[in-house]
């Protein structure tokens, strides 16, 4: 275990990295991702904060990366289709898609691969991916439509800037 010492008085207590070079070859990516988005703003102690942010970074140069690689790089088509099965399984899901987000540069080599069921699993992780990135754009532009619409209804802008709005949102969404 790797502690980390609040000012309070209070701990936090992650993985020690040597213990993840026996978790699957995603685990530690995902764990990075997981702590950074969901748990990091919770320990309130900027020092401790900025310990563990570098402690991640540790993670994923030293074990989370090179694992990846060594993985995808290699000529182990079985230990290559397990990881990405593992990761497509992961890129459906939409909460979870920002959590295998570094691996995305990876997979460009894989998408053109001898091996039909490696190239085929690449390319749904990628459409994945885009599908993500395209409904994170759409949820923003729906935001910003919304806010429009408001402002339109109660006299704040005019039709034209109003219809302009509309069209870029219908341009996206199509």
């Known amino acids: 275990m790797r502690i ?3 000012k309070d008085g209070g701990i936090v207590q992650l993985v020690d ?3 993840m070079l026996e978790w699957p070859i995603e685990l530690p990516l995902i764990f990075v991702e ?3 988005s969901n748990k990091l703003d919770t320990y309130g102690d ?3 904060k900025k310990e563990i942010e570098e402690y991640l970074e540790e993670i994923t140069k030293d074990i989370a990366i090179p694992r990846f690689i060594s993985v995808l790089k290699g000529d182990n088509y079985e230990e290559i289709i397990l990881a990405l099965t593992r990761i497509e399984e992961l890129s459906k899901k939409k909460s979870k898609i920002d959590m295998i987000k570094p691996i995305e540069k990876y997979l460009e080599d894989l998408l053109n691969n001898n091996n039909k069921k490696i190239s085929l699993l690449a390319n749904n992780i990628s459409k994945n991916f885009i599908s993500a990135e395209r409904k994170k754009q759409l949820d923003k532009k729906r935001k ?3 806010e429009k ?3 339109f209804l109660v006299g704040k802008i005019s039709p034209e800037e109003y219809a302009n709005a509309r069209k870029e949102y219908l341009n996206l969404k199509d």
């Open 149 to 151: 619409e408001e402002l």
């Open 17 to 19: 990295k040597n213990n």
């Open 4 to 6: 980390f010492h609040k």
């Open 144 to 146: 910003v439509m919304k």
């Open 34 to 36: 997981y702590i950074r």
């Open 46 to 48: 900027s020092k401790v």
